[in-house]
């Protein structure tokens, strides 16, 4: 049974999947909840590092994650805001450092070129975690 739980979200309607799936397995098992946003890093070799959200828009998606949970019942909801130039190994990274046994994440819906060209990050994340990872759809 899970007793951390680490869910990355973007605000996506995949994302709000995955997080409608662990604020469930969370309840279900006692577990704490812990919604990571990650705001990714344009930039910085000759000019100015620019992350993707402002710390207001992050902190915006973060809160919204947090009320969900905890108006499903959980009372051990955190949040969590990582910055990086890549989201997989930034998940993967932060769930091995701090003990999480379970990540739940949304995927998104890439098929044929798109997918080859973008990749996947559930994919990267599933297949390099150290821990379950369960992606939801």
Do not use: F
């Not at 994302?15 to 909840?33: F, N, P, T, Y």
């Not at 003990?99 to 044929?112: A, E, F, N, P, S």
Request: overall charge neutral; some cysteine.
């Amino acid at each position: 049974m899970s007793k951390k739980i680490l869910c990355p979200t973007d605000g996506s309607d995949h994302a709000e999947v995955g997080l409608m799936q662990a604020i469930e397995l969370a309840k279900q098992s006692g577990a704490r909840l812990t919604v990571c946003v990650v705001n990714i890093a344009h930039g910085g070799a000759r000019g100015p590092t620019i992350n993707h959200w402002t710390t207001e828009e992050a902190a915006a998606l973060m809160t919204a994650a947090e009320a969900r949970g905890k108006a499903a019942g959980l009372a051990d909801v955190g949040t969590v805001e990582l910055v990086a130039r890549e989201a997989a190994p930034a998940i993967i990274a932060y769930a091995d450092q701090n003990g999480y046994d379970h990540i739940v994440m949304g995927t998104g819906d890439k098929r044929g070129v798109k997918r080859l060209v973008l990749g996947s990050v559930a994919a990267e994340v599933s297949g390099q975690a150290h821990c379950t990872v369960t992606v939801a759809r």
